[in-house]
């Protein structure tokens, strides 16, 4: 997931410097710094300022944030090249040296947007290959991308938010995290089937965790072609079945969960509100789909094999002790916030 990255403090050098209002590098990747003195964010689409992004297309990112918390977790030495304006209190200018996830204060994972509540399939009408954060989408409706483990799919499984918010405790990259927030993008008051789930990308989670309990197979760092950098999040969440209706929304197949194909070569881009078709999670994981009378191949950018690796050691975890549930603080905004997603309303400056 794009919206994903951490945050570090490094602690204070001798003598001490200000990163704040200067320039910060992990591994020649630009982190931001305009924090505190040693306090660090590094997204995981950010890459180094050398990459050749997409003058040479489609463009390879090889190495980007996620690549590097992929390492960090991994426990591996992280360059830290740094420089600075000076201070009387923090006069030091610049700062060379290799930083590890043992020896750090805090080092934390902070995702802005994650679990995302059903998404589009993608295709593509055009007669040219393009290059999209949904994979590569060839030509003339030559393959159909979709990404969300569906039944497996937490807030697909807790479609009105009954026991999922903030405060919830949850699987996160290897070790457990929380529910901090809803995520950006949240789009609550899309049109739903009447068993509650959402036909459109609806809901989001904003999530945390302290990333030095984490694993680096749950953080992935990824490479779109021709797109960006990105990382690859393990995320598992606990339903606690509290009443029929919980019980009911858990039930959820793959066969019951609908989602729209979208054209990513000119639809999608020029945001145009169209949709080619409804399609079912069964469907999309059978392999093949119907798309305009055409038979279409499918791959998911999600896997399934890794959301139930990661469900049966959450079951683990709770079985064992290691993991008790959490009641939300505060619930997730749901449709009757009337939260809806805004899209950009571009104004003339003056």
């Not at 990513?264 to 392999?287: C, F, H, M, T």
């Not at 055409?294 to 998911?300: D, I, L, Q, S």
């Amino acid at each position: 997931m794009c919206s994903s990255g951490i945050y570090i403090n490094i602690g204070h050098s001798k003598p001490r410097i200000k990163l704040g209002g200067g320039r910060c590098y992990l591994n020649e990747v630009p982190a931001y710094c305009g924090w505190a003195a040693v306090d660090l964010y590094l997204g995981c689409t950010a890459i180094p300022d050398d990459d050749p992004r997409n003058k040479i297309y489609p463009g390879e990112f090889k190495y980007g944030g996620g690549h590097v918390i992929q390492e960090f977790v991994a426990g591996k030495d992280i360059r830290l090249n740094a420089t600075a304006y000076g201070t009387d209190c923090y006069p030091r200018k610049k700062l060379e040296t290799l930083i590890n996830i043992r020896d750090v204060n805090e080092a934390i994972l902070f995702n802005p947007r994650n679990s995302y509540q059903n998404y589009n399939v993608a295709v593509n009408l055009s007669d040219r290959i393009i290059y999209t954060y949904m994979g590569v989408l060839k030509p003339n409706l030559g393959n159909a991308n979709y990404c969300s483990a569906g039944q497996l799919s937490p807030l697909l499984n807790d479609p009105y938010y009954k026991t999922i918010g903030i405060g919830t405790k949850i699987f996160l990259g290897g070790g457990i995290g929380y529910v901090c927030w809803h995520g950006t993008q949240h789009n609550p008051s899309v049109s739903r089937n009447k068993n509650g789930v959402p036909k459109y990308p609806a809901g989001t989670l904003a999530v945390i965790g302290d990333l030095k309990q984490m694993k680096p197979e749950w953080l992935v760092g990824t490479s779109m072609l021709g797109y960006g950098a990105t990382l690859t999040v393990g995320i598992g969440i606990p339903i606690p079945v509290l009443d029929e209706e919980i019980a009911i929304y858990t039930a959820v197949k793959d066969s019951d969960i609908f989602t729209q194909i979208v054209d990513y070569s000119k639809d999608y881009p020029e945001r145009i509100s169209n949709s080619l078709g409804e399609v079912n999670y069964a469907q999309l994981k059978s392999g093949k789909i119907i798309v305009q009378n055409k038979e279409v191949p499918t791959a998911p950018l999600s896997s399934y094999t890794k959301a139930l690796e990661i469900a049966n050691i959450l079951k683990e975890w709770i079985k064992s002790g290691k993991f008790l549930l959490t009641d939300p603080v505060v619930p997730i905004p749901g449709p009757e916030s009337g939260i809806k997603f805004k899209n950009l309303n571009e104004r003339k400056i003056e």
